[in-house]
Structures are given as structure tokens and as C-alpha cells.
């Protein structure tokens, strides 16, 4: 049997809070600050590969069930239109 467990344990989901707690109070600014940071360091990542452009260039393609989902929808609202 397992004992009681320390008491610095916390549950999944007051630890993801207490993760996000300083992103929360953050102005969009500083939320801006941090995602400019990211993308500079993107972009250096990016610049050392070889194949930058490639990568740069690189769509993930939709799984085919959201090609149908889609190609479904589209023909839903064209014969709405036509009505």
C-alpha cells in the first residue's frame, strides 16, 4: 500500500494553473515580448538548416476526413446559396 503522498503534490489541474498563472496576468504586450522572442529564435533555428527553405515552405496536408468534412460543408452552403 502506497502512504500518504508529500505534501508539496498537487492534482493535474491546479498544476497546470499554477503554470499558467504568470502568462494570465501578462498585458498583451508582454505576451507579444515572449512571442517575438520565440520567433527570433524560430528563425535561427530555421536559418541553420539546410534545408530553411523547405522547411519554411511546409504545410502539414489535412487528414482526409477533414478533406471530406470540408468538400461536405462547401456543397452544404452552395445549395443554400441556390435556394
Do not use: N
Not at 503554470?19 to 527570433?40: D, H, N, S
Request: proline share 6%.
Amino acid at each position: 500500500m502506497v502512504g500518504a503522498l508529500p505534501a508539496w503534490v498537487i492534482d493535474d489541474a491546479a498544476s497546470v494553473r499554477e503554470e499558467c498563472e504568470p502568462y494570465v496576468r501578462m498585458t498583451p504586450e508582454e505576451r507579444m515580448q515572449i512571442l517575438a522572442g520565440l520567433l527570433r529564435d524560430a528563425e535561427r533555428i530555421l536559418a541553420a538548416r539546410s534545408d530553411a527553405h523547405r522547411a519554411r515552405e511546409w504545410v502539414d496536408p489535412l487528414p482526409e476526413s477533414t478533406v471530406r468534412a470540408l468538400a461536405r460543408l462547401r456543397a452544404e452552403a452552395k445549395a443554400k446559396v441556390a435556394r
